[in-house]
């Protein structure tokens, strides 16, 4: 599934590109290029559905300018291409904090290809939920705490799109709503 997708990666230098070059590929990807900007895949995409690969080493700058970079596309194929990097931090702590950027999954980069392409994958073929506030555009990282929090929970203006990665055809927003300041029934 996963060659049927391009992936572009983002290095704080060569050696870290060429890591991250090889973890990649181990995981099915036949096809790598430097990432340099959301306009560049544009011309440069030879798939319908583009990964990209963020080095644990790069600046917090780098990682925020990247994130809005392609979150603020206009083009939905890249707007919601899944954003991921690898670390060997993946304490709850430090996921957190990279999904408060908006990142899609962070992955240690000390796991087999195979273990790397499972964790790939489940951002293919199934629903995801994305939200957009006026701080954060991203996946959903609620985690089911919306869920199970009951009556009177305070649903912050947002838009909410449901969307689904279909590697054969690209990226489709299956739903999208605007969610107002209302309370939560239960």
Do not use: W
Not at 59 to 74: E, K
Not at 91 to 115: N, Y
Not at 139 to 145: F, I, K, Q, S
Not at 158 to 185: F, L, N, T
């Amino acid at each position: 599934m996963l060659a049927q997708t391009s992936a572009y990666i983002l290095g704080a230098d060569n050696a870290a590109v060429m890591r991250l070059d090889g973890l990649v590929r181990s995981a099915g990807f036949a096809q790598t290029r430097r990432f340099v900007s959301a306009s560049d895949v544009v011309q440069r995409r030879h798939a319908h559905i583009a990964f990209i690969f963020l080095d644990e080493a790069l600046d917090p700058a780098t990682l925020a300018a990247v994130r809005a970079d392609i979150r603020g596309c206009a083009d939905a194929g890249l707007r919601f291409m899944p954003i991921i990097q690898f670390s060997r931090d993946v304490s709850a702590k430090a996921r957190r904090a990279k999904a408060a950027l908006g990142f899609d999954d962070v992955i240690d980069p000390e796991g087999t290809g195979e273990e790397i392409a499972r964790r790939l994958e489940m951002q293919l073929d199934r629903n995801r939920d994305y939200f957009e506030t006026a701080t954060y555009f991203g996946p959903d990282r609620r985690l089911g705490r919306a869920a199970d929090a009951g009556p009177g929970l305070v649903v912050h203006p947002c838009r909410h799109y449901v969307i689904r990665r279909i590697p054969a055809s690209g990226i489709k927003v299956v739903r999208q709503e605007e969610m107002g300041s209302a309370r939560a029934s239960a």
